[in-house]
């Protein structure tokens, strides 16, 4: 899995350790040994680190062979690297664009084509992307990020039909507002932007949905854990929104 050091990503790394898998995440800091040696703190031996940049097609290949060579094959791919930057339209820097778009969807894209032939090979897989609730909904500033999760659902269209007849499924999930450490940056930049307290900054996030509450990692986990099982071999084409009733 890609992404897997913080967030969501690691949520999911979690529970698929429960789950009993073997779970390899690939980050751009994975080479950090204050990383892996976290990692290894909390997962123990079911989950190793390695250096990605999902931006760089030699590096997704390495970081895909050296899998192969440890483990033989491929079963799942979740991909959860993501980048968030806003800007508006006018004056956006191309920089932040091409960052944006080269991280969530082309990386995203590379990872995918460096997997299937494996699944394919093995008629079995199961890929997860990471999407959000930005891919239906537009929101100021934020044209690269609702862009490149957009694409992910198209993306996701068009693997899901190549790999129907391999026993591949591809499936996205699309949440609102999760309580990650990227939210709690949020929240620390409104508490100065704003003059607000923690508890005030946090219930502005917390009212965004009609359930009051912000989502939490593991409910993202959950979802995951049960498109990557057996018992989902028919749920495949498909993106999953966990909105607690938000739009965004």
């Not at 390495?62 to 440890?70: L, Q, R, Y």
């Not at 004056?91 to 460096?114: Q, V, Y």
């Not at 699944?119 to 959000?132: E, H, V, Y």
């Not at 307290?197 to 409910?219: F, I, M």
């Amino acid at each position: 899995m890609t992404g897997g050091l913080s967030g969501i990503g690691r949520a999911i790394a979690q529970r698929f350790v429960d789950d009993g898998m073997i779970v390899y995440v690939g980050a751009r800091r994975g080479n950090d040994p204050a990383f892996q040696e976290n990692l290894r703190t909390t997962f123990g031996k079911s989950i190793s680190v390695r250096a990605l940049d999902v931006r760089r097609s030699d590096s997704v290949a390495t970081f895909v062979d050296a899998i192969v060579e440890t483990h033989g094959k491929v079963d799942v791919l979740v991909n959860a690297a993501g980048v968030y930057e806003e800007a508006a339209v006018i004056d956006h820097p191309d920089s932040m664009w091409h960052e944006t778009i080269d991280t969530n969807l082309t990386g995203t894209f590379k990872m995918i084509r460096a997997v299937m032939p494996l699944m394919m090979t093995a008629k079995w897989g199961r890929i997860i992307n990471i999407a959000s609730v930005a891919a239906h909904q537009g929101m100021a500033r934020n044209a690269a990020y609702c862009a490149s999760k957009a694409g992910l659902l198209g993306l996701g269209r068009c693997v899901s039909l190549e790999g129907a007849d391999h026993g591949i499924t591809c499936n996205s999930i699309s949440p609102t507002w999760v309580e990650t450490e990227m939210l709690q940056q949020f929240i620390e930049h409104d508490m100065q932007r704003l003059g607000q307290s923690r508890v005030e900054a946090r219930a502005t996030y917390e009212a965004s949905n009609p359930q009051g509450k912000l989502v939490q990692p593991d409910e993202i986990a959950g979802l995951a854990s049960f498109l990557a099982s057996d018992a989902a071999r028919a749920m495949t084409m498909a993106d999953y929104q966990v909105n607690a009733g938000s739009l965004w």
